[in-house]
C-alpha cells in the first residue's frame, strides 16, 4: 500500500539526457525530504542528491551542474534530470523518503525498488 516507484530508467548513449521519476503511493511526499541514491553491483550505495520539503536542492561534487532534483507534489512525484551522461553514470537508481523534511538529517523511511541506467555506447 505504501510505495515508491522510479521509473525512467533504461539505455542511453554517453552524453544523453534521461529523466527518472519517483511516484509515491498510499501516503504524500510533500513534507518529506527526497534523495536519489545509486548503487553499482558491489558497492556501497550512494547518496547524490536531496529535496527538501521545502524544495531547497542539494548536489554531491561528483553530480552538481549534471543532476538537477525537482518535486511536484500535485502529481506527488519527485524527478531527477540527468544531462551529459557518462559511462560511470551506470548504476541502479534508487528514491528514499527521508524522516525529516531536512536533507540528511533523519533516516531513511521508505525505499524504492529502483530503476537501472545503462550508458553505453
Known amino acids: 500500500q505504501v510505495q515508491l516507484v522510479e521509473s525512467g530508467g533504461g539505455l542511453v548513449q554517453p552524453g544523453g539526457s534521461l529523466r527518472l521519476s519517483c511516484a509515491a503511493s498510499g501516503f504524500s511526499l510533500s513534507h518529506y525530504a527526497i534523495g536519489w541514491f545509486r548503487q553499482v553491483p558491489g558497492k556501497e550505495r550512494e547518496g547524490f542528491a536531496c529535496?527538501?520539503?521545502?524544495?531547497?536542492?542539494n548536489y554531491g561534487d561528483s553530480t552538481k551542474g549534471r543532476f538537477t532534483i525537482s518535486r511536484d507534489n500535485a502529481k506527488n512525484t519527485v524527478y531527477l534530470q540527468i544531462h551529459s551522461l557518462k559511462p560511470e553514470d551506470t548504476a541502479v537508481y534508487y528514491c528514499?523518503?527521508?524522516?525529516?523534511?531536512?536533507?540528511?538529517?533523519?533516516?531513511?523511511?521508505?525505499w524504492g525498488k529502483g530503476t537501472l541506467v545503462t550508458v553505453s555506447s
Open positions: 528514499a523518503a527521508e524522516s525529516d523534511s531536512d536533507c540528511n538529517v533523519g533516516g531513511i523511511k521508505y
Open positions: 529535496i527538501s520539503g521545502d524544495g531547497d536542492e
